[in-house]
């Protein structure tokens, strides 16, 4: 047993001069590269000519976003006469998002006034009838399921009738007229149709458990099937051949998602189908048409694939031949599962879109996403990590600037919005404009981040001011150590809960940054508990766990919420604003930022009032970052 624990002990050493080894000769190579020429924001951050592609259910049309007029609207092209169709026209807020709602007709919606207050659309492919769906002010459209791609109807899920609760409709594509199918006992928080379009299970919450119910075909009554603790996840994928059983993601009894098969007669796993040991499974692909698992995707640190389904195996491997090696991710498929759209990427290409045809393995290029980005004057994202003060292992992705060496860099920390996401192996238009400035980026996936198991992202409930922060000051002081960093010339820049993020450090780290950028972040947890719609109600218990009770919680939330700090705040700082932001409100932000003035900081306050929570205008956005650019170039550049 000793020659075995000297072993391990042996093993673990040799990994960790191993991963030392990686990123020293990482770093040798990047202070042998060119300086690459400077890059416009225009280039980085212009709306792609062409993106969000998909298939009609019977494989004959493509569909995507495009600008006209600034805006992105939605177009179609046939495969087989390649005309092309602009569906929609909109010169006032951009198409949010659709889907392919039958062979002939598509349902899209774009924001009302870039409050989340959405406006939905039925149209046919040509554009030649378009229907506004009448909807409540301020409701809110979850859509369930197709009923057979066929017919003139749908499955949507509104809160229509009590902003608390979705009931479920059926639409009429060709009139836009809905029928009650299913009315929500006050209860249920999810509902989820079977291949046939009936609904067929049901997700209910009481604010702390969550219920997974079943019903037979036919059947009117559901019963429960499992019930747990919200913390655990039991997520249906879809149903299996196999009567009663289905495919779902589970952590229940584990610490890590796995995909399973559940008996809805019984409550119990029948069989794991795939788990990892180390990673949370992110993404699992579901054929409606044999009823079975196409692939489970982790990330480990790039995305990686377990098939359960051959000739998709078999087609993602020539479809990587054919494009050396780039990542691929599965966009969209149609009805009969022969006609794919993915996309390709790398970190230092933002990708392009394909159609292939798993008959004859033709695959064909749609667009690129950024066609002016060149792949060799990007910079490579590398894994790293580092221990926080609590011994545990943080991970996170390192962008050094090209031609600039590799020793005491100016550096933007970026931390993730969420904080219940990750930061991945891909293309980021933001990482590579700094880097491109030639600043070093680093991004933390500190506790809280999502794919690294329930344990993991426990630690970050009600610590969105402790834990989270203190992994994010950590992994900048080991960037000093390793001396990575210029002690001297260290920025942050976040979005949403990114730039909450980057207010705290700056609260409570104010010699650690020469400057700071919060775009959208949150400044007072209390008024964004406050500002959560009423369908959240259901969720109410678990917030108060996620992030604090407003009543209960009173001395954390006011350390955790920069709007009460003014006074601790020293470092310049950049702030935009959506004017009709919902989650982060206009009149404090203003207040915010007098109070910060008053204290003699300097703020370059940039307020837009017709966007929302996110920048969706092309010149909004372009001018952001222009700003930004000036205000970063003033402190990181400046000499010592």
């Not at 209860?187 to 067929?200: K, L, Q, T």
């Not at 119990?268 to 990673?279: D, G, Q």
């Not at 108060?544 to 009460?564: A, H």
Request: charged share 25%; with cysteine.
């Amino acid at each position: 047993m000793k020659a075995i624990a000297d072993y391990l002990v042996m093993m673990r050493s040799f990994l960790k001069i191993l991963s030392g080894l990686f990123l020293f000769i990482f770093l040798v190579s990047c202070s042998n590269e060119e300086k690459p020429a400077k890059v416009s924001v225009e280039t980085f951050f212009k709306n792609p000519q062409q993106s969000n592609f998909q298939i009609s259910p019977d494989g004959k049309f493509i569909s995507y976003l495009k600008p006209y007029q600034g805006k992105l609207n939605l177009f179609v092209q046939s495969l087989t006469s390649k005309a092309s169709f602009r569906i929609s026209s909109f010169t006032d807020q951009s198409v949010r998002n659709y889907f392919w709602a039958s062979n002939t007709h598509l349902l899209y919606y774009k924001d009302n006034g870039a409050r989340e207050n959405f406006q939905l659309f039925s149209s046919v492919y040509d554009g030649s009838k378009t229907i506004k769906i009448s909807l409540k002010p301020n409701t809110k459209v979850t859509f369930l399921d197709y009923l057979k791609y066929d017919s003139n109807d749908i499955l949507l899920a509104i809160n229509e009738r009590n902003p608390e609760n979705f009931d479920v409709y059926s639409l009429d594509l060709k009139t836009g007229k809905k029928i009650l199918v299913e009315k929500n006992p006050g209860s249920i928080i999810d509902w989820i149709a079977d291949n046939d379009g009936e609904i067929r299970m049901a997700i209910g919450s009481d604010g702390v458990t969550e219920t997974l119910y079943y019903r037979e075909k036919g059947s009117k009554a559901f019963k429960p099937v499992k019930s747990s603790n919200f913390i655990n996840t039991l997520k249906p994928i879809g149903f299996s051949s196999k009567m009663h059983h289905i495919f779902a993601l589970s952590d229940i009894n584990r610490d890590k998602k796995a995909v399973v098969e559940l008996n809805c007669l019984t409550g119990e796993e029948t069989k794991v189908l795939y788990e990892n040991k180390e990673r949370d499974v992110l993404e699992v692909s579901y054929s409606r048409k044999s009823q079975s698992l196409n692939f489970a995707v982790f990330e480990n640190p790039k995305r990686e694939i377990y098939f359960f389904d051959k000739q998709l195996k078999d087609a993602f491997a020539d479809i990587k031949k054919k494009l050396s090696n780039d990542e691929i991710r599965l966009i969209h498929k149609d009805q009969k599962e022969q006609h794919l759209i993915i996309r390709t990427f790398t970190d230092r290409d933002p990708g392009s879109y394909y159609f292939y045809n798993l008959e004859d393995r033709n695959l064909m290029k749609l667009a690129d996403v950024n066609p002016d980005i060149k792949p060799s004057e990007m910079c490579e994202m590398k894994h790293v990590k580092f221990k926080n003060r609590d011994g545990l292992e943080i991970e996170g992705f390192l962008t050094l600037p090209k031609g600039r060496g590799s020793k005491n860099l100016p550096v933007v920390i970026y931390p993730h919005s969420g904080p219940n996401l990750r930061n991945s192996w891909a293309y980021s238009p933001e990482v590579q404009f700094f880097a491109n400035r030639g600043y070093a980026v680093f991004q933390i996936n500190f506790r809280g981040s999502t794919g690294f198991g329930k344990s993991f992202l426990k630690q970050g409930f009600k610590n969105w001011s402790k834990n989270i922060q203190h992994d994010i000051t950590d992994g900048v002081n080991w960037l000093i150590k390793e001396e990575l960093a210029d002690a001297n010339r260290i920025a942050i820049f976040g979005y949403s809960f990114g730039g909450f993020s980057a207010l705290n450090q700056v609260v409570y780290n104010p010699n650690l940054y020469v400057c700071a950028a919060s775009y959208s972040g949150y400044i007072n947890l209390f008024t964004y508990l406050k500002g959560f719609p009423a369908y959240y109600k259901p969720y109410q218990q678990m917030l108060d766990v996620l992030i604090g009770n407003p009543e209960k919680d009173v001395e954390y939330l006011r350390y955790s919420s920069p709007v009460f700090q003014t006074n601790r705040i020293k470092t310049p700082l950049i702030i935009w604003q959506g004017g009709k932001d919902p989650k982060v409100n206009l009149s404090e932000t203003n207040q915010f930022v007098k109070e910060l003035r008053k204290n003699q900081v300097e703020v370059n306050y940039i307020v837009d009032k017709t966007e929302g929570h996110y920048l969706s205008d092309e010149k909004n956005k372009i001018n952001f970052y222009t700003q930004v650019d000036l205000f970063f170039d003033k402190y990181l550049n400046r000499s010592k």
